[in-house]
């Protein structure tokens, strides 16, 4: 069955650098997001990308978040200067349609 | 932001017994999914409802949408141990993002 893969699994990084998470999406989807989930917390919207470029975004997505699509295959998550509070899990997930998500099993990113 | 409330936040029952898992808002949703997530893992879909007032089922899980696109419940009967995870839904709003509930997570005790 195709699936949404991410990597790193776990990312830990010091507070103020830059980090990239990356995905590989379903090769046939035309929808890309990611979304976050704080530990405890609930799974929230970060962004939506279609046809090269944001659809959506979240109030969380500031400045300091960018999406990349930058080979046709991966789809990347940049975060410039991390936070402490940007420590989550992040989640890749791609569908073919408007609904219909697969999501990635996650990047755990840990803020030092 | 369109929120999405489920109900009971956490649900702890015996083997074989039957639940009821709510998912509420006061917005309309053009369509709604249920999602099951493992501990480190991402949320796997189990459904998507569009009609309102849709009924779906899959094996013991019986899915409903309100009538009016704004709540949607989950049963399950004769529940089983590997039935135990976070239970999510999540709506598309506008924009056609999704919005997802604050999760019930759900514990079947053998």
């Known amino acids: 069955e195709p699936e949404v893969t991410q990597t790193p699994s776990h990312q830990v990084t010091q507070m103020g650098q830059e980090v990239i998470l990356r995905c590989v999406p379903i090769s046939n989807h035309l929808y890309f997001y990611w979304y976050r989930q704080i530990l405890g917390q609930k799974v929230e919207f970060l962004v939506s990308?279609?046809?090269?470029?944001?659809?959506?975004k979240s109030e969380i997505f500031d400045d300091q978040f960018s999406v990349e699509r930058p080979d046709g295959s991966n789809f990347t998550l940049k975060i410039r200067s991390t936070k402490l509070e940007d420590s989550a899990m992040y989640f890749c997930?791609?569908?073919?349609?408007?609904?219909?998500?697969?999501f990635g099993s996650g990047t755990r990113l840990t803020v030092v | 932001t369109q929120l999405l409330e489920q109900s009971p936040q956490f649900l702890s029952i015996q083997e074989g017994e039957n639940l009821t898992v709510y998912c509420n808002s006061s917005?309309?949703?053009?369509?709604l999914q249920w999602y099951r997530q493992e501990p480190g893992e991402g949320p796997v879909l189990l459904v998507t409802v569009v009609t309102g007032g849709e009924v779906k089922k899959l094996k013991r899980l019986t899915f409903q949408f309100g009538d009016a696109r704004k709540d949607s419940s989950l049963h399950i009967t004769a529940a089983q141990p590997g039935d135990t995870g976070l239970y999510l839904c999540?709506?598309?709003?506008?924009?056609?993002?999704?919005?997802f509930g604050t999760g019930t997570s759900l514990t079947v005790i053998p």
């Open positions: 997930a791609s569908s073919p349609v408007m609904y219909g998500y697969t």
């Open positions: 990308f279609y046809n090269n470029e944001i659809s959506e």
């Open positions: 917005s309309v949703f053009s369509s």
């Open positions: 999540a709506g598309v709003g506008t924009g056609n993002q999704f919005y």
